[in-house]
Every structure is written in C-alpha cells, then in structure tokens.
C-alpha cells in the first residue's frame, strides 16, 4: 500500500487525481468509525463525504506534526461532533450500531477451534467486556475504539482528543 505521506507530497505537487488513493485506503475505516461514533446509520456516507471535503480542502494545511492518519481521524471526530450538535435529539453516541461494529470485528477473526466449552467462554467473556464498555464514559470508550480496532497508538490518541 501507498505511504500517506507519499500520496499528501504527490497532491500538494498537483497530482489531484491522487487524492483516489487517500479514499480507498480510508474509506472503509472511517465509515466503521463515524458508525461507531455517532451511532447514525444514514448519516454515515453524508458525514464520510463531508470528511473527504474537508480533507481535501485543508491537505495543504496538514503540517506532518502527526501522522496523516491522525490529522485525518481529528477532522472526522470534529465533523461527527459537529453533527452531534446539529442533531441533538437524534444523535446517540456509541448506540447500538456499536456494538454490532464491535461484533463484526469480533467475527472476523478467524476461529479455528471448535471446542465448544472455548467458544462458550468467549461467548461470556464477549458479554462481560460490551457490560462493562456500556458503563465506561463516552471519551473512554473513543480511546478504546480508536486503540483497539483502528490501531492509533496513545500518543496519537492523546494528539486527537
């Protein structure tokens, strides 16, 4: 895969059309975290466009004091906000949605046991820790999801919230 870097020094050259390659590489990504965040299912692809306008509007004020994927991220989190304030009534941070993000994450890690006292204690284990994120407060949890499943370290955790 392409170097961010690499794609942000191509594009601030001139090479719009590079611009692509930002977008598929984050597309995916950013659509399960603006889900998990906000809680809104139809207003996932409206939010995620907005991300990738702003992106490309202000790329040429990213100043590389973090990586590329957290200066991206900060923008969303600001966006998604942006519309918690909008749509206050509607908007539910880490709803339900979440936990069904949080499961497809879970499920797709390969499990190539079939010992069903394993499979039943994971069953547990999984009821146990989404019992224990319901009660955590809503910055916790953005730590958690943004550590545990889109990989920032806590430095960049620290630099975006």
Known sequence: MIEDSYIVDKFLNGDK?????LIIKYNKSLLNFIRFYTGLKD????ILQEVFIETYKSIKNFNRNSS?????????INICNSYRRKYKK?????????????????NSIPDFTYDLERLYLLKEEREILF???DNLPE????????RDTEGFSYKEISNLL
């Open 131 to 133: 019992n224990i994120l």
């Open 90 to 106: 509607n908007f539910k941070l880490f709803s339900d949605n979440s936990e069904n993000i949080l499961n497809e994450k879970l």
């Open 139 to 146: 910055k916790y949890k953005t730590v958690i999801f943004l």
């Open 17 to 21: 059309d590079i611009f692509k390659d």
């Open 68 to 76: 590329f994927k957290t200066w991206l991220y900060g923008i969303a």
């Open 43 to 46: 207003e996932c692809e409206d």
